[in-house]
């Protein structure tokens, strides 16, 4: 595989392709993990070149906890991938977050149930990574800087994100505990992706979109998957938009994470299997 490609983006729900790329190639690779959710668009958009890869496959195949995230992120690092720029579909938690309107989390809770494999470190190698502060502020404040391009809705940011295991949506009562915490918005997909892209070394921002007011609203209709896809189509218009105008202003400086995994290995150098070894040294070949 190439490993000239700096920025990744993902997409994620009514997000499968880039209008105006320019396809240099497509990659379907094999990875220690498996294969990707779907063969990566290598491209230049909008001057700058970058991989493409639709989360949950084109037509939508994949059910939250099916995404084959390690083979995708790890795909995407065997590509030289710095930098990556998500998007997904969430549901608002808060009045001020109306459907339809962007999102820059900075943090996130979790709720996923486990059955998702959420880290590359197992199997006779033991890293612990940093992940207090799960998103790139760089990436967030370029993002925040062209909000500009989004039409007819607004940007909030310094949000907290809740990621739910899925594929059902809420109950009102745990969207209403949800709110409790301090959570923000709601969605399926951005864990365990947050935390492997830190464990590779890559800086991530989600940039979330929403598509309804969860199940805490009761004046509204509890949210069904057709009121969803209305605005989804609406989303991915402006995301489109908001893509084209950030994407010359990434991969113009140090990845802030380069070098952060060099200290976390906790593993004796004696008791690492070889095994996983040679799998992590595909995706991190400076340490291992």
């Not at 990659?27 to 294969?35: A, I, S």
């Not at 909000?147 to 295991?165: D, I, P, Q």
């Amino acid at each position: 595989m190439t490993q000239d490609v700096k920025i990744g983006v993902i997409g994620g729900s009514g997000l499968y392709d880039l209008d105006g790329l320019e396809v240099e190639g497509e990659v379907f690779p094999d990875t220690p993990w498996g294969k990707p959710s779907d063969s990566l668009v290598i491209g230049r958009y909008a001057g700058k070149k970058l991989a493409f890869l639709p989360r949950h496959g084109r037509g939508h195949f994949l059910a939250p906890h099916q995404v084959p995230v390690r083979a995708n992120i790890a795909a995407l690092k065997m590509l030289g991938v710095e930098e990556i720029v998500a998007f997904s579909a969430v549901g608002s938690l808060r009045e001020e977050i109306a459907p339809r309107d962007f999102v820059l989390p900075s943090q996130i809770i979790d709720r996923t149930k486990g059955i998702r494999p959420f880290t590359f470190f197992e199997d006779g190698l033991v890293v612990h990574a940093q992940f207090g502060d799960p998103f790139a502020d760089h990436l967030a404040d370029i993002i925040y800087e062209q909000r500009g391009a989004l039409e007819g809705v607004r940007m909030h940011r310094n949000k907290t994100l809740v990621c739910m295991e899925g594929p059902i949506f809420s109950t009102r009562a745990e969207s209403n505990m949800y709110r409790a915490w301090g959570a923000d918005i709601i969605n399926m997909s951005v864990l365990p992706e947050a935390k492997l892209a830190r464990e590779l070394e890559i800086s991530y921002q989600m940039i979330c979109m929403s598509t309804d007011y969860d199940s805490w609203k009761v004046e509204e209709e509890a949210v069904t998957a057709e009121f969803i896809i209305g605005n989804l189509t609406a989303n991915a218009t402006n995301g489109k938009k908001l893509l084209a105008a950030i994407i010359p202003h990434l991969d113009t400086r140090p990845n802030p994470l380069k070098g952060t995994m060099r200290n976390s290995v906790i593993t004796a150098p004696d008791k690492r299997n070889p095994e996983t070894v040679k799998k992590l040294h595909q995706v991190l070949p400076d340490y291992f």
